[in-house]
């Protein structure tokens, strides 16, 4: 080992016992109680051996919360998209769905000549009011009928029959999130906030939601793709920002509300003019502003482009899933050509999927889904995982293959290593000859198939299984690191309980692996700082700490927040304090937070909750803060050599090994003895003063997979007494869905039964 290897290890594994930080209030006012989500990511830098880091950035996912108004969540996109922006400027409208299958130019010219809505004499489309001097103006309202006529008519002609548009604007459009602001439209009117289309082009068939009996209200969830109108005098009244931010809400909602959608198209279009936008993982792409009349063959192929959802090639939807029938929250998967990790080669999987998946909320990023599923014939439950990599990065199947056997870690069924699917295929259907511009970065759509385990940790049933599922999976954490591999992402969400009856090491299960590395061929960028914020660490946090590499014990120190977590929330199983007490856990000043963190190790006593005040619990809190201050302290002060040389991540593993790990186990195994000789029935929370908090309740929709009986019926079932039907998602935040059917109010309810499945009889081998 080298000398600056083993210099390191000996500063790094300093603990210092006592702590004199000061301790700092924690917030307790006002908001209802958000579950912190999603991990944060960036585009910008790539590393040469593994791919992309991921540090901070915003996103519209980043709180459980809803947005509070319009203006908020505007905002949030702004960030979220603002630096993934592709203008194309240089592409001829030609190239703009250039190679629609059974489309050509000839037919094209050939519907403008025949149909009523264009003049071929005059060159424009004759159904459209148009603005001949500054003195006759009309308003925006009178462009709907005849954009939906000119729609409607192209949709007719070209045989694009499970598709219609449908005027939105004067109508309420059911959809997952209300926004209370006002805006004033062209008119001079003060109106509600809108977040619904002017025009949408609706689909029908098994790619969607099937309507709820009575409803006869447009809904985001049939939505194929949404089409603003403006007139060109208030289209010179915004900047292309304000355009862009607005068609991104629309485009959000279709994303949440689909959750087998691949990217949104939409259009903005006036009585002269048009662009087409696509929204997807890795930004957003603009066209150029196109003349509506001199370029009518090029909106034609758009509005067959952006409503072609039954194409295969044109589709903005996974082709692999679809609805299963009337009234069905249930959907089938489809999966061919996967690799079975049991050694079966290459098999296929007919999987009958939760129809209300954790889906992120945000645009652009990893678009991470996650879906309980249940086998078809074999009955045996597992979680489906999709998300779209970075296309420099490892894909995650391969670490969980290097995983496969370990102890309070994830274990994989099956995945694909197909890899056609990605943006940057999407983009050229779109755009003839598009490629990514250097500095940009292609995405890669991944699906893995998952064994299924029990709910996430906050869905304990009792004290000691919260400590089981803690301390299991911070032995799976040690495993990983063994094997070379640092996880990285350690949150509330990605810490499950284990299966029924589970033994000893598998009774908490850590999951997601998405951000994981190899320590061996990790090269850091200049900014490689990664994980959900609420649990990152202090050093993590910390602008002056950059250089100091991300390893283990910031890991370590994102569990301690798990656990903080949960003894600052929940009075009872199932039931929480009604306020955010940790919301500086997510401050969005990084120092702050930083300085937040490093108060709550040394000052945990005012943050707990009336039923963990004064418990075993506390004391290993207060125990393993005093570690983690120290751990710390340690790195803090290396900072003040000027000339320090920290070791690689690789070095740190060689030096220290599972020692800290096993210095943590330890400490919760002493506090897990502690529990099990407790006299005072501590499990028992009847009776804990509540101090006047309001409280609420956990919502246990959508944890469960589908099950699926001998006469191939399907129903919703707690299968928490069947050893082989496991229950819950071991994907990125499946907790935070759950915790939005609660909160937000945002999901229908998922409670459909005996409903008939069409049996096919596909393998399920290695499930």
Not at 256 to 265: D, S, Y
Request: some cysteine; aromatic content about 8%; charged content about 25%.
């Amino acid at each position: 080992m080298s000398s600056r290897a083993k210099s390191a290890a000996k500063r790094l594994t300093v603990v210092a016992l006592n702590s004199d930080s000061s301790h700092s209030q924690a917030h307790t006012q006002g908001d209802p109680i958000r579950f912190p989500v999603g991990t944060s990511e960036s585009e910008e830098q790539v590393c040469s051996h593994i791919g992309p880091n991921t540090p901070l950035r915003k996103s519209t996912h980043r709180s459980g919360a809803p947005m509070g108004n319009l203006d908020m969540l505007k905002k949030q996109l702004q960030r979220e998209l603002s630096s993934g922006y592709r203008d194309l400027k240089d592409f001829l409208p030609s190239s703009v769905y250039a190679s629609i299958a059974g489309v050509d130019a000839e037919r094209i010219r050939a519907y403008l000549a025949k149909t009523t809505c264009y003049s071929i004499a005059n060159r424009c489309w004759s159904v459209l009011p148009r603005d001949t001097s500054a003195k006759t103006s009309f308003l925006e309202k009178e462009l709907y009928k005849p954009f939906t006529k000119i729609i409607s008519s192209i949709l007719r002609n070209f045989g694009v029959d499970s598709a219609r548009v449908q005027n939105t604007h004067d109508q309420f459009m059911t959809h997952l999130e209300d926004y209370l602001e006002v805006y004033v439209d062209d008119d001079d009117n003060e109106v509600k906030s809108k977040t619904a289309p002017d025009l949408c082009v609706m689909g029908t068939g098994n790619t969607f939601r099937p309507k709820v009996k009575g409803d006869t209200h447009p809904s985001y969830f049939r939505c194929v793709s949404p089409v603003e109108i403006k007139t060109t005098r208030m289209m010179k009244s915004l900047s292309f920002e304000d355009i862009t931010l607005q068609v991104a809400v629309y485009a959000r909602q279709c994303f949440t509300h689909q959750a087998n959608r691949f990217l949104t198209c939409a259009v903005v279009a006036t009585e002269e003019r048009f662009h087409l936008f696509v929204f997807d993982r890795a930004g957003t792409m603009r066209t150029i502003a196109f003349n509506l009349h001199d370029e009518a063959a090029t909106f034609v192929r758009v509005i067959i482009g952006i409503s072609s959802f039954n194409s295969h090639n044109l589709s903005t939807f996974d082709p692999d899933i679809k609805f299963l029938g009337c009234n069905s929250d249930h959907l089938e998967m489809n999966l061919k050509d996967y690799i079975s990790v049991g050694g079966n080669g290459r098999c296929s999987y007919q999987i009958v999927l939760n129809g209300k998946p954790f889906a992120r909320k945000a645009i652009r990023g990893r678009g991470t889904r996650c879906w309980l599923g249940t086998i078809v014939p074999t009955n045996v439950h597992v979680t489906v995982k999709e998300s779209w990599r970075s296309k420099d990065r490892k894909p995650e199947w391969e670490l969980l293959l290097e995983a496969v056997g370990l102890d309070g870690v994830c274990q994989m069924v099956a995945y694909t290593d197909d890899e056609t699917t990605s943006i940057s295929k999407f983009r050229s259907i779109i755009i003839q000859d598009f490629e990514f511009a250097p500095g940009e970065m292609d995405r890669i759509f991944t699906r893995v198939v998952l064994e299924a385990y029990g709910p996430p940790i906050h869905y304990f049933e009792t004290p000691l299984q919260v400590l089981y599922a803690f301390r299991d999976a911070v032995a799976g954490h040690r495993a990983l690191w063994i094997k070379n591999i640092l996880h990285r992402d350690v949150s509330i969400h990605n810490i499950l309980i284990g299966k029924e009856d589970a033994r000893a090491g598998n009774r908490g299960v850590l999951i997601d692996l998405d951000m994981a590395i190899n320590v061996t061929a990790y090269t850091p960028s200049k900014n490689p700082r990664t994980g959900t914020r609420a649990f990152q660490s202090v050093i993590t946090l910390r602008p002056d700490a950059r250089m100091i590499p991300q390893d283990h014990r910031d890991d370590l120190e994102s569990f301690y927040y798990v656990l903080l977590w949960i003894c600052s929330l929940f009075i009872s199983p199932r039931k929480l304090v009604n306020k955010a007490v940790l919301q500086d856990l997510e401050a969005p000043e990084d120092r702050s937070c930083a300085d937040f963190k490093r108060s709550v190790l040394s000052g945990v006593r005012a943050l707990m909750s009336p039923w963990f005040i004064d418990t075993v619990f506390m004391n290993l809190l207060k125990t393993l803060g005093k570690i983690l201050d120290g751990w710390i302290s340690d790195k803090i002060d290396a900072l003040d050599d000027a000339n320090a040389q920290f070791p690689s991540i690789n070095e740190i593993r060689v030096a220290i090994g599972s020692r800290d790990h096993d210095l943590f186990i330890q400490k919760i195994d002493d506090t897990i003895e502690a529990l099990l000789n407790d006299k005072n029935d501590f499990g028992n929370s009847t009776g804990v003063d509540l101090r006047g908090e309001e409280t609420v309740d956990l919502n246990d929709d959508a944890i469960f997979a589908p099950v699926i009986d001998n006469q191939a019926t399907i129903s919703y079932g707690n299968t928490a007494g069947n050893k082989r039907e496991r229950s819950s998602d071991p994907g990125d935040e499946l907790e935070d869905h759950t915790k939005r059917a609660h909160f937000e109010d945002d999901v229908p309810s998922a409670g459909i039964s005996h409903l008939q499945i069409t049996d096919t009889g596909s393998s399920g081998d290695g499930a």
